[in-house]
């Protein structure tokens, strides 16, 4: 009885590997073993690929667009980008104090945004000036009130002694005493003048004395005098915004990225550190060392443009259009020049220190012509070839033999096979290869499995 049930087990087992394989089988074969035998014509060779979604998916499969460009006259120049150097700003202290960070490392930041503050013991004497300030202003207006008053006083009491002197003179009555007071009076005017200008002088000098400490303050705590000045209310009473003050904030004035932390938080530094750098990544510019054999070439204002390497993920056509300097500095051991180049607009891929290449079209008399990246041809034995996107059909591609012209290492130009509108197969050319060809010999067609693997077909 157990021998008749391991017997049945291994029949299950073979039968369940029976059937796999026929599942798995290719549809064609399977199609020829339940068709009655007849006799097929010989399929007639082709240079077309089946690379539906699922292959192109699996190969990892990529394409580029042909474009129009100068090859025999473009020079191309690696370098890397860098920051510009007014993309760093500094906030550093403006009094000794003890320093409260509010922002952490790479966290961005934008204008107004609070960064730090810290708490001096010079702010007190500060607030200190201008309160003094303030308070001789007063002293100063008052004095000048009670000078101009005896000035008026003074007048008036002459005034009346003359108009008596006058009534007395009128009736032949001469009072020698009453002239004499009027002359003193009249000789007090003079000091009663300068008293009030002496006042006058000190409500002046108070002034200076409350803007010259308004604008320490200022300085100090980055707000602008007018509000220092002005009136807030604390505790019900209105009282002026610096006497609000205890702990001074800086807050951002440009856009940016937390560069450097200098200070620990809660550290006690004196005036001018380093707290804390910003930098915006937007401020940046490609740095490129040309030959200079290629000074003549480059013109007074060439047209270039930055393209990225070649770095999976990145296309080829990613490039960013750029202005370029050529530099003050050159190098007469490397025998190199300078080239800064600003680009018109971002990329992910734009950040300092990412290496790219600056492409100057140099002047030339010829033509731009249909060129396709070097990275698309492969060689197959002695011949080069690529493969083109059958516009009919994009699940197709046509191998092509390359009819190529100038190469400059990245691009080529393609004499005849292709138009303005095609595209060229990218990444995955070598694995169309060798599914087009045999011993050396090319196939005469096939298509591809979910999977990626070739099956040819057969005569």
Not at 136 to 162: F, G, K, Q
Not at 289 to 295: C, E, F, K, Y
Not at 382 to 408: L, S
Request: one cysteine or more; proline letters at 6%; hydrophobic letters at 40%.
């Amino acid at each position: 009885m157990k021998f008749t049930q391991h017997r049945f087990a291994s029949l299950l087992t073979l039968l369940a590997i029976s059937g796999s394989l026929l599942i798995t089988g290719c549809t064609q074969e399977g199609d020829n073993a339940q068709a009655p035998q007849q006799e097929e014509a010989p399929a007639a060779a082709t240079n077309r690929i089946d690379i539906p979604a699922t292959v192109r998916s699996n190969l990892g499969i990529t394409f580029a667009k042909v474009e129009r460009r100068r090859v025999d006259s473009t020079i191309r120049v690696p370098g890397a980008f860098e920051l510009q150097p007014l993309a760093r700003h500094e906030y550093r202290l403006t009094l000794p104090g003890t320093v409260q960070l509010e922002v952490d490392q790479y966290q961005p930041v934008e204008p107004g945004d609070l960064l730090y503050r810290f708490r001096s013991p010079q702010w007190p004497e500060l607030q200190h000036e201008i309160i003094m300030g303030e308070q001789d202003i007063e002293s100063a207006r008052a004095d000048i009130e009670v000078a101009r008053a005896r000035i008026d006083e003074t007048e008036r009491r002459v005034a009346i002694m003359r108009d008596r002197l006058s009534s007395l003179i009128a009736a032949e009555i001469r009072n020698a005493d009453l002239e004499a007071e009027v002359a003193a009076l009249e000789a007090s005017l003079p000091r009663l003048r300068a008293e009030l200008n002496q006042a006058e002088i000190k409500h002046a000098n108070a002034e200076r004395t409350r803007e010259h400490a308004l604008h320490r303050a200022s300085a100090a705590t980055g707000i602008p005098e007018e509000r220092l000045a002005a009136e807030a209310e604390q505790h019900n009473e209105a009282i002026p915004v610096y006497r609000t003050i205890d702990w001074i904030e800086v807050r951002a004035t440009e856009p940016g990225v937390v560069e450097i932390l200098a200070l620990t938080d809660g550290s006690f530094a004196e005036a001018p550190s380093l707290v804390l750098s910003t930098i915006d990544p937007s401020k940046v510019r490609f740095r490129a060392m040309a030959l200079q054999s290629d000074l003549v070439r480059l013109g007074t204002t060439p047209e270039a443009r930055i393209v990225p390497p070649s770095t999976p993920g990145i296309p080829m056509s990613d490039s960013v259009d750029a202005s370029v300097t050529i530099g003050l500095e050159a190098h007469p051991e490397q025998r190199t020049i300078t080239l800064l180049a600003t680009p018109a607009e971002g990329r992910a891929w734009i950040r300092p220190g990412v290496s790219a290449f600056l492409e100057v079209v140099a002047e030339t008399t010829g033509g731009p012509a249909l060129a396709i990246p070097r990275a698309a041809i492969v060689k197959d034995g002695i011949t080069h070839i690529f493969f083109r996107r059958d516009p009919q059909n994009p699940n197709k591609a046509i191998r092509v033999e390359a009819d190529m012209g100038v190469d400059d290492g990245r691009w080529v130009v393609i004499n005849s096979g292709i138009s303005l509108n095609d595209e060229v197969v990218l990444e995955g050319t070598f694995e169309l290869k060798l599914a087009t060809q045999q011993s050396g010999v090319m196939q005469k067609g096939g298509h591809f499995h979910a999977d990626g693997t070739f099956h040819a077909e057969e005569d």
